[in-house]
């Protein structure tokens, strides 16, 4: 069966191009960069080659801003424990209710070691309330931490405006954004918009690179404890022998986004947005979740009324269509996503959610297929549901709003 894979935002394919820059490092290339012989010079080469490269992808001369991580859980962690650790004069952090786990969960982790949190809500759209995010600065925060583009919505965060507030109110405040779902996605320069921006996260494989890789960009002169303790590697930043296959894998796939940027995002959008529409049209009683927020031009949250999100994924991985309720790490488990919860998606819709998320190998047909297959799938489902008669013959909210 062929299979139509509409789930990026969880991971995508290795991009052929990577695999073959990887091959050398994989084989003949396995020596030790911090050997002293002449191979072990060319794989060391080979890392600041990478680093070099995925700086330049960010708009920095100074390559040795970037630390190369094992994924982005890892370097969210670096980044949140680092800088905590460094600065133990402040006990106040800022994040928000709709972070992905590995941020939402190290700063759970804050609170139980006696730090104050504060979870900042989104409205119904997903967006941010600015006025509340400079009331919940104080004189005693150490680090804002917040994600650039939300991994199940795709709503992207004014990460320029964030770190710029935080830094006229107080430079010592250290601002850390997680933009693992951005990267490769949208532009992003740190050394223009995103220049009070102190650390960022990113992660291999959302970007057409292997699972196993990642970076940590720390600006020069922030305040970061090392998370990963033992060798000298990457300058004493984290320890451990680099993966050096993973990190030229890492840099190439990069250079591909960069190049492909423009195009890729334009595709992308005609593929979501001819999605959206056609679901909407075909299918009563959705939300599009994040709709009306700046989103990622790649994501589809669609939640349809009195059905399960889940029960849908089943059908459709019968069809061979691979999509994704909630974010992948939470999936399997039929709580509520926490993201949705947060925006307030109505309870009769916060279960029926369904991520569809599309990169540079998806095509028309792949959205033909989806819309062929959709919307008699949530018809069938509704048909067995309790529910459906109740809430189809109910008001609905928006209806009598204007009427
Ligand atoms: N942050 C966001 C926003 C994500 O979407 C993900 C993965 O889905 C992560 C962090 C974790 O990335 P990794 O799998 O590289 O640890």
Redesign the pocket.
Known sequence: MNIIYADN??TTPVAPEVVEAMKPFLTTEYFNPSSMYEPARRTAHAIQAARAQVARFFGLADSSAIEFTS???ES?NAAIFGAVRANPGRRHVITTAVE?P?VLEVCKELTREGLDVTFLNVDRQGNLDIGEFIRALRPDTLLVSI?HAN?ETGVIFPIEQLARLAKETDPAIIFHT?A??SVGKIPIDLRGEFQNVDLLSF?G?KVHAPKGV?GLYIKRGTRCRPYLIGGHQEEGRRAGTENVPYIVGLAKALELAALGLDDENTRGRGLRDRLERTLEERIPYVEINGRGAPRLPNTLNISCHCVEGESLLYQMSDLGICASSG???TSGSLEPSHVLRAMKVPDAAVQGSVRFSFSRYNTEEDVDRIIEAFPSMVANVRRMSPYWDQEKNAPRLGAMDSA
Do not use: E, I
């Open positions: 935002n969880a994924c982005a859980s969210n992905h590995a994600m991994n997680d693992t779902q992660s494989h990642g974010s992948a790490c």
